[in-house]
């Protein structure tokens, strides 16, 4: 049964959203104002949640959203570092969203119980995307879907990922621009733009800098995503 809530998620949350599986047991780590399973609660379109913060703070908020919106037999609330005080029975799909690439990969990395075919992983990083590939290529997670979103001025990559177990070979343009290489979407041309764009900053300040070799490297970058 869907209930009336009077907000509607950005862009980013959207995407993020679009990839959770209708009747889904959801957990959204690192939840903060926990705007997404609070969303998806009201329109009637996951079965529970579990919202969880490392922070007590951001906890409350979450706790105050859910209780606003009338969602409490639906999400509840849980303090934990990463996925370390959410059980297993309670997480089929989980969001980690807003969060550092690497900071996402160490979630994952000592969660065993995350290394299950059946688990679905909707990973939002703000920085290091080209980390939390690479760490997902090496650690046998398939990487099947990935789209771009723009939500207020930057742009954003989703990726919906599953374990199989498969360790992959990721050339330095799969870890740059992931799987939106191949998607002609104006969300996805952004977001290669934007990549394109940080790499040239960072070759000219490594130039002026004098680090002639760094900045070749990450010249080789560029010219592997130009191809
Ligand atoms: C920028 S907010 C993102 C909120 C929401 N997920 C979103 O995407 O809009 C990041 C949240 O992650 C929480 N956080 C940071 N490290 C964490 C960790 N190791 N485990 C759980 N939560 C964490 C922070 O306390 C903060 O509330």
């Given amino acids: 049964m869907s209930r009336d809530i009077q907000f509607t998620l950005d862009n980013r949350l959207s995407l993020c959203a679009s990839f959770v599986r209708e009747g889904t047991k959801l957990a959204d780590v690192g939840t903060d104002h926990a705007y997404l399973p609070v969303k998806l609660a009201a329109e009637g379109k996951i079965r529970c949640a579990v919202a969880s913060d490392i922070r007590i703070g951001p906890l409350e908020n979450a706790r105050t959203n859910i209780i606003k919106y009338g969602v409490e037999d639906i999400v509840s609330t849980v303090l934990s570092d990463g996925l370390d005080n959410i059980s297993p029975e309670t997480a089929d799909d989980i969001v980690i969203a807003g969060m550092g690439g690497e900071l996402i990969a160490k979630i994952i990395k000592r969660t065993q119980w995350l290394y299950d075919g059946s688990r679905r992983l909707i990973l939002q990083p703000m920085t290091r995307m080209e980390s939390l590939r690479l760490f997902l290529y090496e650690n046998g997670f398939l990487i099947e879907d990935e789209k771009a979103c723009v939500s207020g001025r930057k742009c954003y990559s989703v990726m919906l990922c599953r374990y199989d177990g498969i360790i992959r070979e990721c050339s330095k343009k799969n870890q740059y621009i992931g799987l939106l290489d191949k998607d002609k ?37 560029l010219s592997e995503i130009n191809a």
Avoid: F, P, V
């Fill in 185 to 221: 979407s104006d969300e996805a041309q952004r977001y290669i733009s934007m990549i394109k764009s940080k790499l040239t900053k960072k070759i000219s300040g490594l130039i002026k800098s004098g680090k002639t070799e760094d900045a070749e490297y990450y010249n080789n970058i």
